[in-house]
């Protein structure tokens, strides 16, 4: 196609196609190329013209004004209301925490115990060995009846939910220790930890069962 | 007066163009299967060969150096080439002149190869700069910049001794290419070389990752977006053989994306330690980039319209339209994932993943094939060989890119949705980091198989091309022109754009804006008034003179440098308000209150090893200020554990990477073992870096991460540390002054002291005739003993007593908080 170019006094420009329904083709040719010079579409103008008011008020707003709390004092505002939650929840998880009811009950519902087995088979398993008996020595063995931090279900429990004791030595010969999974897990699943544990080790946690 | 146009150059291109294409393609395929099978990475040789070759992995097969070579060979060598392909085919037509010089265009072309070739080579040896998209080494980098500037001579000088008098719009596009690749290229790329092979970049830390997205954004802006823009305006007016839609439009989008574009990169660092000021720019700007963007779009398919009967027969056509649909949509998304409250969920993730290829595979490799379907005719003078396996292209290439984009954007949501998930109790994360890889497989391998489907059918493609060119022989376009004269053509010099009203009403504008980011209480708001003012009186000059506002643009274009220099004024403003500052800011006391430790030799050692292994295309080092991040990352009880600026302020490069494939390393270091100056104690004890690198999945079952056998034979590079010292000295990391052979016994000392921690309790499977003090002896000189002493260093920090008197003329940050608590102020907070 080729539309024809009508000679003009004066080249059509962007003024004249402002008005409504007008659609100018522009004088000039580019390698066969035309241009038309159509109005801009008004939703198009909208998005523009909206994103740079979107702007300045943003910036007076969120920036400018001081009027909203910045990032970092609301992330540690909501760390913080995060760790008073778990203040909480451990203090109602130990309510109905002991030594008898981790061993007669949640070690003894196989349901909790895969709930833990999980758990254990997803980072545990990398210090303490699939078999529990730590083979690459990162980790205490779990299966060799020694309990060096306490042969209590709730030693158990503290130690994992806070980590090797400050004053413990550590594994020799950097003294690695054992990190707080209660950063990480509840102080449910921690219990659902423990009574896997214990399921591995039924005679160890005996004078428990009644 | 008869011209033939020179045609060869731009055959070559195209065909270079398919060959890399099909490369890039199918490394991108493998890299894609290895974070889905980790076994790619070498493993598989091993049943392949029935036991022959004997592997965990291969160091240059690995995912860590294959992801550059994908990147760069995508971006540099197939869209690149098929670039070059379209410039010089169309700027001789809308010149209406040969190609300058054909010497050029020579070593333009085989230059450009040479280079390919060249980071075919160095990047799966291991040798980066670790900086996305600019990986190449710096005799590369150097090689790359000369190449660029033959070419922008060859493009310019072809403009001056054009017939046409005016510049149409696919030109404005191809100069702003080639000078703000230029200006970021080399600015991004300042280092000192230590050796042939490696360079620390001069810029660290915060002003590193500012530098880098500056350049890393604007890559994908002006390598991948203008100038395929400006090829989609000269040939889809071409194929379709209607006019283009809108002139004015050309103007305003090409102007607004020109400018807008270069103040979007932060948007790649936020909720990170970059300044809030910045943080704000890089996603304001991002918004308001999404109209200019569709401009572009719109201008694509509206000259379409009236013409659709074509797609049904025409595949260039089909192409062309779903192309630019697919440009259109990335754009669309961009934005949508630059607002900091999406980008939370987004960053890090394989939602980007699937942006950045919504973008590659739609609109460069759907425009790519269009153009080759288009100019395979006209180059080699005859039928394309079959429109049906065009055809076949399309669809293969359209089910691939969606169930591609789909696949990323489940991966992606799932993966963000399940990182930031408490427990039911509310008191922890719900996940481990290893659960959201496993909960995203599925989609892992769609994506895969969506890649596959499109490398098949850019195979189609380069078939058919090279069938084409079999049937027909190669020609050179000719054209019949009447000489332009001297005068027609650059009669007006460059005091006209500072002189011209409407310029000079523009320029007022941004300056005031600006001066309303940085002016201290008070003027501020000022200078706020004045930008409404400016704006105000803007409109009115331009309401009041409209033709004249037209006239000085249609007179720009008949005159290409002041052309040239605008559109530069307008790339460089952008770069300058953000960078600048930060440069000036005094770097030394802009750490937030924490000033890292310096690496010893040896963790620098290992430093550099983790960036030629390419661990930051999956490791972060950067905790950014969201509850999930500090939560899963920070430190027990610190609830400002996220990472300060001061953390990674002798980082040359920095490390904060792009893309969590696995978890962030930001605080895996910590302190020396009580009682030892040498061995340090971090998150993990040194046996278990030992055995993780040996074997992850032992350690963290179910984990991606490839095995690095090869770091316990190699043996690290003692001699190269005095050199790498001697290079941060200058860079401003105050070491104290050692001999080298001081720095080579202290890195010796360090990694034996490491060894030593080992020797009782590793076992190696390749030389398990090795144990005591033999096998510490042996540990001692290998790389993996290095790497252990970088991943214990990591993220250790003092804390700094540094206060600052007066806030900093040039950070609105500070600015802010000096108005906000009118007493002494802090190091500089957010």
Redesign the interface.
């Known amino acids: 196609m080729n539309p024809e170019n009508e000679p003009q006094e004066e080249p059509r420009r962007a003024a004249f196609a402002t008005k409504k329904g007008e659609i100018v083709i522009r004088p000039h040719e580019y390698d066969g190329i035309q241009e038309y010079d159509q109005k801009l579409p008004n939703w198009w103008l909208l998005t523009f013209f909206g994103a740079i008011l979107f702007y300045l008020a943003y910036w007076l707003v969120y920036y400018q004004a001081g009027w909203i709390k910045t990032d970092t004092e609301k992330v540690t505002a909501a760390i913080t209301d995060i760790q008073n939650q778990k203040k909480k929840a451990l203090e109602e998880t130990l309510a109905t925490l002991d030594d008898q009811t981790l061993v007669q009950e949640w070690a003894n519902n196989p349901e909790i115990v895969a709930s833990g087995q999980q758990i254990y088979s997803t980072v545990c398993i990398g210090c303490h060995g699939p078999d529990l008996d730590a083979p690459l020595k990162l980790g205490l063995s779990l299966v060799d009846g020694e309990w060096k931090y306490g042969n209590r279900p709730m030693d158990i429990f503290k130690l994992i939910n806070e980590g090797s004791p400050a004053d413990s030595t550590g594994m020799a010969p950097t003294g690695a220790k054992m990190v707080p999974w209660g950063a990480t897990y509840s102080p449910k699943q921690i219990a659902e930890m423990v009574a896997f544990i214990i399921s591995k080790n039924p005679d160890d946690f005996k004078e428990f069962q009644n | 007066m008869t011209i033939t146009y020179d045609d060869k150059t731009p055959r070559h291109f195209m065909i270079a163009s398919i060959v890399w294409g099909l490369v890039g393609m199918l490394v991108g395929v493998i890299a894609a299967s290895q974070l889905s099978w980790w076994q790619a990475n070498g493993k598989f040789l091993e049943s392949i060969t029935f036991g022959l070759v004997n592997t965990d992995g291969l160091s240059f097969l690995t995912y860590g150096r294959l992801r550059p070579l994908h990147t760069n060979a995508v971006i540099f060598a197939f869209v690149g080439n098929m670039m070059f392909a379209g410039v010089y085919y169309?700027t001789q037509?809308?010149c209406?002149a040969r190609t300058a010089s054909d010497l050029l265009s020579k070593i333009h072309f085989w230059g450009w190869q040479a280079i390919i070739l060249g980071a075919a080579i160095t990047l799966p040896l291991g040798l980066t700069q670790s900086k996305e998209y600019a990986e190449l080494i710096w005799p590369l980098d150097i090689a790359v910049t000369l190449v660029w500037v033959v070419f922008a001579i060859n493009f310019f000088w072809t403009l001056a001794k054009r017939n046409?008098p005016?510049l149409?719009?696919a030109l404005w596009f191809y100069i702003a290419t080639i000078i703000t690749v230029a200006m970021l290229y080399i600015v991004n790329n300042l280092q000192i070389p230590t050796s042939l092979t490696h360079s620390y970049p001069i810029f660290g830390g915060l002003q590193d990752a500012l530098v880098q997205w500056w350049y890393g954004h604007n890559a994908v802006a002006f390598f991948l977006t203008t100038p395929i823009l400006g090829i989609m305006y000269?040939f889809v007016?071409?194929a379709a053989?209607?006019?283009?839609?809108?002139?004015?439009?050309?103007i305003?989008h090409f102007w607004?994306l020109v400018f807008i574009y270069i103040w979007a990169g932060p948007h790649h660092l936020l909720?990170t330690a970059l300044p809030?000021?910045l943080q704000?720019l890089g996603m304001?700007?991002s918004?308001?980039l999404?109209?200019?963007s569709?401009?572009g779009m719109?201008n694509g398919l509206?000259t379409l319209r009236g013409g659709w009967a074509q797609l049904r027969t025409d595949p260039v056509i089909k192409f062309f339209a779903a192309g630019v649909t697919f440009y259109g949509m990335s754009t669309f998304e961009g934005p949508l994932l630059s607002i900091r409250a999406v980008n939370e969920l987004s960053h890090y993730t394989d939602w980007t993943i699937g942006h950045v290829h919504s973008g590659a595979l739609g609109w460069n490799g759907l425009m790519a094939a269009g153009m080759f379907y288009w100019l395979a005719p006209r180059l080699w003078k005859t039928e394309l060989w079959s429109k049906s396996l065009a055809n076949l292209h399309f669809w293969t290439a359209l089910v691939g890119i969606l169930l591609y984009v789909a696949a990323m954007w489940t991966a992606g949501v799932t993966q963000g949705l399940m990182l930031g998930q408490?427990?039911?109790?509310?008191?922890?994360?719900k996940y481990?980091f290893?659960?959201t890889l496993l909960a995203i497989r599925w989609p892992y391998y769609f994506r895969t198989f969506g890649g596959t489907l499109y490398l098949i059918g850019f195979a189609f493609c380069a078939f058919n091309i090279w069938k084409t060119a079999r049937t027909g022989t190669a020609v050179n376009g000719t054209a019949e022109i009447t000489p332009l004269e001297k005068e027609k053509k650059d009669f007006m010099g460059l005091k006209p754009i500072f002189t011209h009203k409407s310029t000079q009403h523009v320029f007022c504008v941004i300056l005031f804006a600006i001066l309303w980011?940085f002016a201290p209480s008070g003027g501020?708001w000022a200078a706020?008034a004045m930008v409404i003012v400016f704006a105000v009186l803007a409109v009115r000059a331009f309401r009041k003179n409209?033709?004249g506002w037209?006239d000085f643009h249609d007179k720009l274009l008949e005159n290409y440098i002041p052309l040239t220099v605008l559109a530069f004024i307008a790339v460089a403003i952008g770069g300058a308000v953000q960078i600048l500052p930060t440069l000036m800011v005094d770097r030394a006391k802009n750490i937030e209150g924490r000033l890292q430790e310096r690496y010893t030799p040896l963790e620098l050692a290992g430093r550099d090893l983790y960036i030629a292994e390419g661990c930051y295309n999956c490791h972060s080092q950067m905790i950014r200020?969201?509850?999930p991040d500090?939560?899963r990352y920070g430190r027990?009880?610190v609830?400002?554990d996220?990472s300060h600026l001061g953390e990674s302020i002798y980082d040359f490069p920095f490390q904060w990477g792009s893309k969590r494939t696995g978890p962030d390393l930001a605080r895996e270091g910590g302190p020396l073992?009580?009682g030892n100056k040498h061995?340090r104690?971090g998150?993990?004890?040194?046996?278990?870096h030992f055995?993780h690198f040996l074997n992850p999945r032992?350690?963290?079952?179910?984990s991606n991460m490839p095995a690095y056998p090869w770091l316990f034979e190699n043996e690290t590079d003692f001699k190269a540390l005095p050199g790498k010292i001697a290079a941060q000295t200058r860079l401003g990391v105050p070491y104290p002054t050692m001999t080298r052979d001081e720095i080579e016994q202290n890195a010796r000392e360090q990694a034996l002291a490491i060894a030593?921690?080992l020797k009782?309790?590793a076992f190696l499977p390749s030389r398990e005739d090795l144990s005591g003090d033999e096998l510490r002896n042996y540990l001692a000189n290998r790389q993996v003993i290095a790497m252990i002493a970088y991943m214990q260093k990591l993220g250790t920090y003092t804390d700094s007593g540094l206060k600052k008197e007066k806030p900093d003329t040039f950070d609105?940050d500070q600015q802010?908080q000096a108005?906000?608590t009118p007493a002494p102020v802090e190091t500089a907070?957010?």
């Open positions: 169309s037509r809308l209406k046409e005016s149409y719009v000269y007016p071409k053989n209607r006019p283009v839609y809108s002139y004015r439009l050309s305003i607004a909720n809030q000021w704000t304001l700007f918004l308001m999404w109209a200019p569709w401009g719109l509206l408490l427990n039911e109790q509310g008191t922890g994360l481990e290893v659960d980011h501020d706020f409209v033709k037209a200020t969201l509850v500090i939560m027990v009880g609830a400002d996220y073992v009580e061995v104690l998150k993990r004890d040194n046996l278990w055995n032992q350690l963290s079952p179910g030593e921690t009782d309790s609105p802010r108005r906000e907070r957010r």
